[in-house]
């Protein structure tokens, strides 16, 4: 039967912690990932631009004994109206799994009912599975179990990162703080998820208007872009949103080793300043690299469950 992998609670708990722990231990060369994806065809259905996903999807499907067909959705009959039912249904004759990238959650799921092969979400307007499971990940690999008892906040725009955050929150048994203005919220229905398997797990989720309530004594500061791609640039979205700029000031109110992280690109001089990005930049950049490591294994599980 096909695993997909279009939100984070297609996982539960035990999986989940498997999968990070198991891109530890392939990280450090301690074990070799499985041939699963030997002789297998991996489509990528893009339609956003994209710098670290498709390069690492690319990376690990070719480490992996497999090959990618990056296709760009523009260049496809989906661009002249074709159904997605269609094309799910075409593509899952030509191809053993399917990456896509696009707009539309609602999309998303349409596409991996019909498709008869392992779907994955490499981004929607609704969520970025793939993103906050390299994270959760990257944050393990610094503070191992004791990942659980850190203060983690977010702080800006109630996007995809952040709605995607409150599900991580639940799934792993974190302590999220999650700092947005009115009316730039995450969606209610991922913070139930988030509420309802922190129930489970022990996580803990937190929402306040307050960037300062958020960030107080944390050990982890998280930011993403204000205006995702293809989002029209607010003015009084930028205005609204200036107060939760990740600057020295809003970090001095976290704890003094406080790690900053962001899931790139970043828009500096608005979610971030120059300073504190380049302060960061190293635990930044290990994070973007995890994106590889993570995808290797979440490959790995869903095609051995497939």
Known sequence: MKRDFIDLWNLDPEEA?????????????????????????????????STR???????????????????????LQLSRGEDVKDTARTLSRYVDGVVIRNNSHTWLEEFAKWSKVPVINALTDKSHPCQLLSDVFTLYERFGDGVKDIKIAYVGDGNNVCNTWLVAAGLFGLNLFVATPEGYGPDSYYLQAGLDLSNFTGGNVYLTVNPLEAVRDADVVYTDVW?????????????????????????????????????????????????????????????????????????????EKS
């Not at 990070?20 to 631009?49: H, W």
């Not at 979205?237 to 109110?253: C, D, F, I």
Request: proline share 4%; with cysteine; net charge negative.
């Open 17 to 49: 912690w498997y999968i990070v722990k198991r891109v530890k231990s392939v990280k450090q060369g301690d074990e070799e990932l499985n041939n699963v994806l030997s002789g297998r065809n991996i489509a990528l259905l893009f339609t956003k631009p």
């Open 227 to 303: 205006f995702s791609m293809g989002d029209s640039r607010d003015e009084e979205k930028l205005n609204t949103l200036k107060p939760y700029q990740v600057n020295e000031e809003l970090l001095s109110h976290a704890k003094p080793e406080v790690l900053v992280m962001h899931c790139l690109p970043a828009k500096k001089g608005e979610e971030i300043t120059e300073e504190v990005f380049e302060k960061h930049a190293d635990f930044i950049f290990n994070q973007a690299e995890n994106r590889l490591h993570t995808q290797k294994v979440l490959l790995e599980f869903l095609f």
């Open 53 to 75: 996903t498709r390069v690492s999807f690319e990376v690990a499907i070719n480490l992996m004994g497999g090959r990618p067909l990056f296709l760009q959705e523009g260049h």
